[in-house]
T-cell receptor, first 117, second 116 residues
């Protein structure tokens, strides 16, 4: 079974430029997560989707970050414009979480390493 | 709000020695607990998780962890480590139910380095 797929794996851009990351979750997983991982830190949740609906985006900096999951499958996370402080690893994860249940395992992709110059 | 503290940022150990990676959490509600491992340039992989029942949880690669509710701890152990266990380990917690279920809060990570 294929795991969570992310692309690109690495991205270098200049500040103020836009950038987009793509994630394809494990087939059948209805819940998708985007995490931000700064160097030397644990991942922090940016946004969580259940199917097409963003059910938790409280940590997403909405002035420059946006995300979408139009058909309830793959998802795109965008930053516009990028700032130096956005340099980090962006992780996507998916799970088979069902409404009212918790504790489901989240499966992580390899991440996109972003460097903003 | 919930939080996780991993008490050691780095743990060096010799091959075949035992190891314990410490994790404490804080939460006002019932929680589920997880340990993930991250190898260089890879995503996180689940080692084990505690949802309910026996407080001693066994995971992959010979790791185990014990949930201690009174001490709010979930320490990870392995009786004999291998060079291949060199990686970063993250402890995480999620609420057991409620509107924020499924949201993982991670600790800062512990880098385990196994020396020959």
């Amino acid at each position: 079974e294929a795991g969570v797929v992310q692309s690109p794996r690495y991205k270098i851009i200049e500040k103020k430029q836009p950038v987009a990351f793509w994630c394809n979750p494990i087939s059948g997983h209805n819940t998708l997560y985007w995490y931000l991982q700064n160097l030397g830190q644990g991942p922090e949740l940016l946004i969580r989707y259940e199917n097409e609906e963003a059910v938790d985006d409280s940590q997403l900096p909405k002035d420059r970050f946006s995300a979408e999951r139009l058909k309830g499958v793959d998802s795109t996370l965008k930053i516009q414009p990028a700032e130096l402080g956005d340099s980090a690893v962006y992780l996507c994860a998916s799970s088979l979480a069902r409404a009212g249940k918790s504790g489901e395992t989240q499966y992580f992709g390899p991440g996109t390493r972003l460097l903003v110059l | 709000a919930q939080s996780v503290t991993q008490l050691d940022s780095q743990v060096p150990v010799f091959e075949e020695a035992p190891v314990e990676l410490r994790c404490n959490y804080s939460s006002s509600v019932s929680v589920y607990l997880f340990w993930y491992v991250q190898y260089p340039n890879q995503g996180l992989q689940l080692l084990l998780k505690y949802l309910s029942g026996s407080t001693l949880v066994k995971g992959i690669n010979g790791f185990e962890a014990e949930f201690n509710k009174s001490q709010t701890s979930f320490h990870l152990r392995k009786p004999s480590v291998h060079i291949s266990d060199t990686a970063e380990y993250f402890c995480a917690v999620s609420h057991a139910g409620g509107t924020s279920y499924g949201k993982l809060t991670f600790g800062q990570g512990t880098i385990l380095t196994v020396h020959p």
